[in-house]
């Protein structure tokens, strides 16, 4: 039984474009390169974790976030009004008619 499954794994392999033309022969060159592929992830490795060390922590969740603003019974502030600071801001400039100016042309 065993014999049909792996002739039929080994027929299989042959249809499929897995023949014995493709495998290569390992040689020092090949193992040089993949000493010095290995050798370049390393290195790239202890640098992407050196930055995640520097600056990855603080957006990956290790730290709390900063606690609200809290007022003097210690509740949370509310945020602030986004349509309060509109009123501080100056009227734009006019012309002699009273209609506002266009922006300058920055050409």
């Given at each position: 039984m065993t014999k049909k499954i792996l002739s039929g794994l080994l027929v299989g392999a042959f249809v499929f474009g897995l023949g014995a033309a493709n495998v290569q022969i390992a040689s020092a060159d090949?193992?040089?390169k993949v000493k010095e592929a290995k050798q370049k992830y390393d290195k790239a490795k202890d640098t992407f974790d050196k930055a995640q060390?520097?600056?990855?922590?603080?957006?990956?969740?290790?730290?709390n976030p900063?606690?609200?603003?809290?007022?003097?019974?210690?509740?949370?502030l509310p945020p602030p009004d986004r349509n309060s600071d509109d009123s501080n801001r100056p009227e734009p400039p006019k012309d002699s008619d009273g209609k506002p100016l266009p922006p300058p042309d920055r050409n």
């Open positions: 090949s193992l040089d060390d520097a600056f990855g922590k603080n957006k990956s969740g290790d730290k900063p606690e609200p603003p809290k007022d003097s019974n210690g509740n949370p």
